[in-house]
């Protein structure tokens, strides 16, 4: 029963696949949903932004507090990603601490935002080896509609290009509350690309119902002219060649993204 | 630029390899990977009654893959118990192996792979999945093909393959990319990265990264037979 619904399902994306349609009935076939990002949306965070990726909604804040550095980075400020995939997105998220998939995709926007250098560790410290900045970044799903992947980086990415400082005092004591005007540098902007590979075919940026029947999954994220981060998904793979088209492809509509940030 | 490797290995040259089949009584299937100084054994149940029920799967049999690392296999001790990264690398072995076993023939059983990191000299999730996929084919669960990997990437802007830790945290910085390979259907299970890399080195990493894991799957069907032949 489930395979048959399943492949029904297959057959219909690949029909409209040949006439370049996709099921969400998207202006690009080959592109993204429309992407709207808003900034702010969290007055008590240090930075915030929400990001709708067609009907998937992901809400991002940044905590920045003050703590110990890792001791075998000394001189470096720390950056955590943390993402709840809350009930209240999909009646499939159930509340609890995150499993793996919840993991996996915490540490994909991780590594986007850690490898590219978005951000100067160097410059989160404070005193070496004793006072570093932390910056906690958390992403909460609250619509989940397809590739949770690049909504939560994209969120997580925005939220940080609007974070300032919160102000402290003499002893480096946190006076949350109170922003000061020292903004967080962002060096440049990631983005994270996902595809889906559904029979055999690749589609970008996939929505909820070609996610349910897609058999493989992997994410690109580039800078301007780099690959800062990749991660393939699920049980199927991928032939050299088709890891080529997606980086290609991703290093191309990445470009028109960026422009989406302010 | 990166010109010659700490070690002197050539820049498609991976470190010795050695492996053995069947290292553990009990498992229904084990074996020892080891590549350089990076040492991972794997021991397989199943397939068998899945647990808990609940997740059992009407169709296909579930795998499940645990990755572990010894508190004292690193410098710093690590804390006993699955942190993130590790059961991350739990769910990319997963997919990486998933494909290569026939999970369709066994409708609600259940295929459990642990892994276990004596000593970690980098490369160790991609030495864990040579092993899983020796002690699945050791356990007699029916295979398409057996997986191998192995980590390539950037080290000083050379590409190179098989890096060791130090290579990773070279001052010009680093990109490690691990692969697994299924050659039946000449595609890549696993595949990911961190570090900068351009696309045309990425292209080329790749490239000398299947090379080795079709050496690396050489390597393994004669530790297979190997296993067998002596008995």
């Known amino acids: ?262 | 630029m990166y010109k010659k490797r700490f070690d002197g290995r050539k820049f498609d040259e991976m470190r010795p390899i050695e492996m053995e089949v069947g290292i553990l009584e009990q498992a229904d299937g084990s074996a020892r990977f080891q590549i350089g100084k990076t040492i991972a054994i794997a021991g397989v149940y199943g397939p068998k009654e899945m647990h808990p029920r609940r997740l059992r799967k009407p169709d296909r049999a579930v795998l499940k893959c645990k990755y572990n690392m010894l508190s004292f296999s690193v410098t710093d001790r690590k804390r006993m118990g699955p942190g993130r990264r590790d059961k991350e690398i739990g769910l990319v072995m997963n997919f990486a192996l998933g494909k290569s076993i026939m999970l369709d023939d066994f409708p609600k059983m259940g295929v459990e792979v642990h892994t276990e990191i004596i000593q970690a000299d980098s490369g160790t999730r991609c030495a864990s999945i040579c092993a899983a996929s020796l002690a699945l084919a050791h356990a007699g669960v029916p295979m398409r093909d057996i997986v191998s990997s192995v980590a390539v990437g950037e080290v000083g802007g050379s590409v190179v393959i098989d890096l060791t830790k130090k290579e990773e945290d070279h001052p010009d910085g680093a990109t490690d990319i691990p692969i697994a390979y299924l050659p039946k259907d000449d595609e890549l299970t696993l595949l990911q990265l961190d570090g900068k890399i351009k696309p045309a080195n990425l292209s080329k990493a790749i490239a000398l990264g299947i090379e080795g894991c079709k050496r690396i799957s050489d390597l393994q069907k004669k530790a297979l037979r190997k296993k067998y032949s002596s008995s």
């Not at chain 1, 993204?32 to 969290?42: A, H, K, L, P």
């Open chain 1, 1 to 262: 029963m489930i395979k048959l619904v399943d492949n029904a399902q297959v057959e219909f994306i690949l029909g409209l696949a040949a006439t370049k349609k996709r099921l969400d009935n998207r202006k690009n076939f080959e592109g993204f949903r429309e992407t709207q990002i808003e900034y702010d949306v969290s007055m008590n965070a240090e930075g915030s932004a929400r990001v709708k990726l067609g009907k998937t909604d992901v809400t991002a804040g940044i905590k920045i507090g003050i703590g110990e550095p890792f001791a075998d980075r000394p001189d470096e400020g720390v950056i955590i990603v943390n993402v709840e995939l809350p009930p209240i997105a999909s009646p499939n998220f159930e509340a609890g601490p995150p499993r793996e998939p919840t993991i996996e995709l915490a540490r994909v926007v991780d590594r986007g935002i850690r490898e590219s250098g978005a951000i100067d560790l160097k410059k989160l410290c404070i005193k070496e080896g004793e006072k570093v900045w932390i910056v906690y970044i958390d992403i909460y799903a609250l619509n989940h509609s397809g590739n949770l992947f690049d909504a939560s980086s994209f969120a997580a990415v925005a939220a940080l290009s609007k974070t300032f400082f919160p102000k402290v005092d003499k002893d480096y004591n946190v006076q949350y509350g109170e922003k000061s005007k020292k903004k967080l540098t962002i060096k440049r902007l990631p983005i994270s690309c996902t595809f889906a590979k559904i029979a055999g075919k690749i589609f970008i940026d996939p929505s909820l119902k070609e996610e349910e029947v897609m058999s493989g999954r992997l994410t690109v994220t580039c800078s301007e002219d780099m690959v800062h981060a990749m991660q393939k998904g699920l049980q199927d793979g991928f032939s050299a060649s088709e890891v080529d088209k997606c980086v290609a492809d991703a290093m191309k509509v990445s470009k028109e993204l960026r422009k989406l940030f302010k």
